[in-house]
């Protein structure tokens, strides 16, 4: 069992910067391949960006390419989303999941889900 707590949101002006942090409780927390996944309003919940259990590989969608950057700190059982450079497209609320077995692009695969954290991009 996994249970995890994003924080890390709030609101910041088109262009700036913000750093999630998802802090994972429970056993095992570096075998879990980690994503991070973000629902706007009236929006299905789309995957941001995925990272294996050693770091070694990395996942993300188009629209963050270059400038969103996935790490894990297993030592720390925490993994972050560094966002830069952010757009008012942004906005939603963020999810960070955990998945037994090979990650995916599939929300509906993952098996541990934190609350969400908010993040609004003020244009």
């Known amino acids: 069992q996994v249970q995890l707590v994003e924080s890390g949101g709030g609101t910041v002006q088109a262009g700036g910067s913000l750093r999630l942090s998802c802090a994972a409780s429970?056993?095992?927390?570096?075998?879990?391949?980690m994503a991070w996944f973000r629902q706007a309003p009236g929006k299905e919940r789309a995957i941001v960006a995925a990272?294996?259990?050693?770091?070694?590989?990395?996942y993300y969608s188009d629209s963050v390419e270059g400038r969103f950057t996935i790490s894990r700190d297993n030592a720390k059982n925490t993994v972050y989303l560094q966002m830069n450079s952010l757009k008012f497209e942004d906005t939603a609320v963020y999810y960070c999941?955990?998945?037994?077995?090979?990650?995916?692009?599939?929300?509906?695969?993952?098996?541990?889900w934190g609350q969400g954290t908010q993040v609004t991009v003020s244009s």
């Open positions: 999941a955990a998945i037994n077995g090979g990650w995916t692009t599939v929300a509906y695969d993952y098996d541990y």
């Open positions: 429970g056993r095992a927390f570096g075998r879990y391949p």
């Open positions: 990272i294996n259990w050693s770091s070694g590989n990395t």
